[in-house]
């Protein structure tokens, strides 16, 4: 056996669960030098599209690209698996303007699953984590289904839906984070015995139907555009880097990324009758029934809760998404729901374009425990247990790209501190990975959170092809891109800065210059030279030119908000006896202990008055960063 199961030899990470948290935390420990194993209870799952196959859309396409920018994998295995691009909020400006693909779900899951299996310093074992290893308040490792203990210097926990997991079908329960998959059990006995707080969210699905049963000719087709704006930054990658796994196959087939076939997805809408079927039949829905404890997403309710909350509306709309190129499944965007079988059908039945519908995979509800977020530091590791890290669904989170940030950064901090390295902690003024999890572990989660751009205060600087700008300066400390892409991303903003310069300083008329015709909105001919620059870079030097008023006044927000990061709040600082202090702030903070001042002051129930009292206290001692 090769695996590392003894004591004495243990594995510098162990990574429980393998969706897209686990991918990429496996894959950031392993590309920073630890040794690492990832577990999974089905090699055939990893980075399974469990809900809908796509990557990206509002905040969710630029936490994508900020992944790529910090070395992470799913950009690039979105885009070799891409079927259909489209940027979103094209109308409005570039700052909330992301990328969507839709993918083929089964080549996702299989490239990833070969990226792992190409990984250096990369074991793989499929087998079921039951429990932890804990000692003298440590995580050292991990119980498993087969009786065997696992050993690692560091655990990472991504088990997402999985936690005494339990799906619904109508009246119907059975186990299973996933439909056709198990669950996990002993975990949450395990959290909860090591004084780990636990909620519960329910999440759902909807059916996935036969394409041949699908009447195109009363649906309308959504064309991807002419032009797709990828995931992953090529200009500042080699070949080999971009090709880093197919090159390394023994098969060597490589990805044409360049020529793209898209497939259109299909457009249509609920009627009277669909929403005639779905009211006569609530009392049939484990939800309204009461059947489901845990809290559900606001921001992506089922049909039930559209129909009943949003009553009004002559029909809601419902997106058809092919769920591959080797398959004929397809998606039913729009239609979540756990009512029974027979009257998914009969409501399907009811939509122009599905009255032949054949349901292959019925929708469900799922719910399933998670860890309160406010529990873990900004490096994702444990308040409770020492060594242990959390990553995705389990800390309440919906959606495959806020996963694979949190797998991304827990990976590299796990890996860091076993090295004996410095945690890299993402600070909200950086980008959308930073206001996730600052968000997460100083305000926690009252339901599935996802990411919207309102969450971020400096979203103005957080255009999607900015990424890879706003995070050079955390590769002198994560570094998992390579000295090439370094110093190509550095060449990259210094021609940015020159040609800011220049548009800002050269005339293109006696008293006009070319920025300020840029901010006036007038038409004109740019440079020549500029013309020929990449698409990427002159896009990101026509925002900076053309909005630096409001760029620069985020600039000066950022450097108020730095100040009170800079002051720290250490482990052993005690906010009890405080005067002045209010016994509900005191309650919050001792919860959550927070890492900084700028921490504290975002945290539910402090308000500013206890910040001030607080800067007084601290500053008494000179904590600083």
Request: charged share 25%.
């Amino acid at each position: 056996m090769n695996i590392r199961n003894s004591k004495k030899n243990p594995y510098d990470v162990v990574v429980c669960g393998a969706g897209h948290a686990g991918c990429e935390a496996a894959l950031a420990a392993a590309r920073t030098g630890a040794k690492t194993l990832i577990l999974t209870g089905n090699l055939d799952t990893i980075a399974q599209m469990s809900c809908n196959p796509a990557i990206g859309g509002q905040a969710k396409g630029q936490i994508v690209r900020e992944i790529d920018a910090l070395g992470g994998e799913m950009a690039l295995n979105t885009d070799f698996s891409a079927i259909q691009y489209k940027l979103l909020n094209t109308s409005k400006g570039p700052a909330v303007q992301a990328p969507r693909a839709q993918c083929d779900k089964k080549k996702y899951q299989l490239r990833m699953k070969h990226v792992l299996e190409q990984s250096s310093n990369l074991d793989i074992l499929q087998i079921l984590v039951t429990g932890l290893l804990v000692k003298k308040g440590e995580c050292i490792g991990v119980k498993t289904s087969l009786d065997v203990n696992i050993y690692g210097k560091a655990v990472i926990v991504t088990t997402g839906t999985f936690l005494r997991s339990l799906m619904h079908v109508g009246e119907n329960k059975s186990e299973g984070g996933r439909l056709g998959d198990h669950t996990a059990k002993g975990l949450s006995t395990d959290f909860q015995k090591y004084g780990i707080k636990l909620g519960r969210f329910k999440t759902g699905t909807p059916p996935r139907i036969l394409g041949s049963s699908i009447d195109f000719r009363k649906t309308q087709k959504q064309y991807g555009d002419e032009n797709p704006v990828k995931f992953a930054f090529y200009d500042t990658r080699t070949d080999e880097e971009m090709f880093h796994v197919e090159r390394k196959s023994m098969f060597h087939v490589e990805h044409n990324y360049e020529k793209i076939s898209q497939i259109p997805c299909e457009l249509t809408k609920t009627t009277t009758a669909t929403a005639n079927i779905i009211s006569n039949n609530l009392h049939k829905s484990p939800l309204y029934r009461g059947n489901i404890s845990g809290t559900g997403p606001r921001y992506c309710p089922s049909i039930e809760d559209k129909i009943v909350k949003f009553g009004e509306r002559d029909g809601h709309r419902i997106y058809l998404e092919p769920e591959g190129l080797g398959t004929d499944e397809w998606y039913i965007n729009g239609f979540s729901t756990s009512l029974p079988l027979d009257i998914q059908a009969s409501a399907l039945k009811t939509i122009p374009g599905l009255e032949n519908a054949q349901i292959i995979r019925p929708a469900y509800a799922v719910e399933y425990d998670y860890a309160c977020p406010t529990q873990l530091s900004l490096s994702l590791e444990s308040k409770k247990i020492a060594s242990l890290f959390f990553a995705g669904q389990i800390n309440g989170t919906s959606g495959y790209e806020e996963a694979a940030a949190q797998g991304l950064i827990a990976g590299i901090n796990a890996s860091h501190k076993v090295l004996n390295k410095p945690a890299v902690i993402i600070g909200r003024e950086i980008g959308y990975i930073g206001v996730l999890i600052d968000d997460l572990t100083s305000k926690g989660v009252t339901e599935p959170f996802r990411m919207f751009t309102s969450r971020a205060e400096f979203r103005l600087l957080f255009n999607h092809g900015s990424s890879e700008i706003r995070y050079l300066h955390v590769h002198d400390l994560a570094n998992l891109i390579s000295a090439h892409r370094k110093n190509k991303i550095t060449y990259k903003i210094e021609l940015i800065n020159k040609w800011i310069k220049l548009l800002n300083n050269s005339r293109i008329s006696l008293n006009k210059t070319y920025g300020d015709l840029l901010r006036s909105n007038q038409k004109f001919d740019y440079p020549s030279e500029f013309s020929s620059l990449s698409t990427g870079i002159k896009e990101e030097v026509i925002y900076r030119v053309q909005y630096e008023g409001y760029l620069k006044r985020e600039l000066q927000n950022i450097e108020k908000f730095k100040h009170s990061e800079k002051i720290i709040i250490p482990k052993e600082f005690s906010y009890d006896g405080i005067p002045g202090l209010r016994k509900e702030s005191i309650e919050k903070l001792n919860s959550i202990a927070p890492d900084t001042l700028g921490h504290a002051s975002r945290i539910p129930g402090v308000n500013p008055s206890d910040i001030e009292i607080l800067m007084i206290m601290i500053q008494k001692k000179s904590y600083h960063r």
